[in-house]
């Protein structure tokens, strides 16, 4: 029977190695995805850019924490110009995507049931990716810096 040679150490920094690797490879199916995804007009319109992209995570979110977004926290939360959210605004409320609430001058928004039904596939489909991506390697790491921190602060 040999010695086992690995350290703590060795196994954390493999562990570390599996899952950064498994994590890259999650970023790359999605890149691709968002690539591909395109069967549907509403799938075209938001993987078209990352800047729509990106509006319909903020829409969904805010369907779901049913307090819609400004333009003004948008502007400032997505890192982007008025004319861009606004006409996003515009495109997606005339395609019925989102809701939009106008009180005074002020314009605010949120995902349509429409919108988060997509999303609701989407995140199905998410939630596969990361199951079978990086489930095993994440809770393999996250097990043995539990384990390490149980067994060493004795």
């Known amino acids: 029977m040999s010695k086992i040679k690995n350290s703590s150490d060795d196994i954390h920094n493999h562990l570390i190695t599996e899952y950064n690797n498994s994590l ?3 970023e790359m199916d999605l890149y691709s995805a968002r690539q ?3 069967l549907n007009k509403i799938q075209r319109y938001f993987n078209s850019t990352p800047l729509r992209n990106g509006f319909a995570r ?3 979110y805010a ?4 307090k819609p977004y400004t333009i003004s926290q948008l502007v400032k939360e997505m890192h982007t110009n008025r004319q861009s959210i606004s006409k996003m605004v515009s495109e997606c409320e005339s395609e019925n995507y ?3 609430e106008r009180k005074g001058k002020t314009v605010s928004c949120k995902a349509s049931p429409l919108l988060i039904e997509k999303v ?9 990716l990361s199951k079978e991506i990086i489930g095993r ?6 097990r043995f810096e539990s384990w390490m921190n149980a067994e060493f602060k004795k």
């Open 24 to 26: 890259m490879k999650m």
């Open 36 to 38: 591909t995804r395109m």
């Open 58 to 60: 903020w829409m969904a």
């Open 63 to 66: 369907h779901y924490q049913n």
């Open 98 to 100: 989102i809701i939009v």
């Open 120 to 128: 609701a596939d989407y995140c199905t489909w998410r939630k596969f």
């Open 137 to 142: 390697t994440y809770n393999n790491l996250t």
